[in-house]
């Protein structure tokens, strides 16, 4: 290519760049005005993890066919009370059953201790002997064997005794799963108390001193 023509084309460059200028300058200006306006904004930064608050998931409810377990930690002690018309009547008291304690031998213990102090001042009291040991309680089975100490059997007449007698056979009966209860005086099993002779049947239950 001559000189000349290269002086040409040089000079047609920089008529076209003047011409382009000249008419499509401000558009041109505007668009680059809008670049930069792009490139100097802030995307919002995304939430952290931790900023988020841990939601629990709903638990399941139960079905109409589940079961619902419940579990019995609680013992009845009876004793003896004087209603509105001072009658005598067999006061149901409910005690807490401590962790790993046979709900049976619990009652029992209990029944021996008597009414604690706010059970007194609600006008609860007990016919069996403060001095009466629990020997033992023997589970076999189907059969369980209460084993007090001789105590039990005397002091007071024959109401006391039908008295007490009933406050161990509610109590041993309500807790212990429909079991047969069989009492043992010193490791012999009786069939009449005290001096006067209560009589009585066993197993025990509500019926026992009909005789």
Do not use: C
Not at 29 to 45: D, F, H, V, Y
Not at 60 to 82: C, G, R, V, W
Not at 172 to 194: A, H, P, R, T
């Amino acid at each position: 290519m001559s000189n000349f023509s290269k002086i040409v084309i040089i000079i047609l460059i920089v008529l076209s760049f003047f011409f382009i200028k000249e008419k499509y300058g401000e558009e041109i200006q505007n668009m680059l005005t809008s670049i930069g306006a792009i490139n100097k904004i802030e995307l919002p930064k995304l939430l952290k993890e931790k900023e988020f608050e841990e939601i629990e998931p709903p638990q399941e409810l139960p079905s109409e066919n589940s079961e619902i377990k419940t579990e019995t930690n609680q013992a009845d002690i009876y004793f003896l009370a004087l209603n509105s018309e001072d009658k005598g009547i067999y006061k149901k008291v409910t005690r807490s059953i401590p962790e790993n304690e046979d709900k049976l031998d619990y009652s029992i213990k209990e029944l021996l201790k008597g009414p604690n102090l706010v059970e007194k001042s609600t006008g609860a009291y007990s016919e069996i002997p403060k001095n009466t040991k629990l020997l033992g309680i023997q589970h076999k089975g189907n059969k369980i064997i209460i084993n007090l100490s001789d105590e039990f059997q005397w002091g007071g007449g024959t109401d006391s005794i039908y008295s007490r007698m009933m406050q161990l056979i509610k109590t041993s009966i309500n807790n212990s799963e429909n079991k047969k209860i069989y009492l043992y005086i010193e490791g012999k099993q009786v069939n009449f108390l005290g001096g006067e002779g209560v009589m009585i049947s066993q197993p025990l239950n509500e019926k026992s001193l009909e005789i």
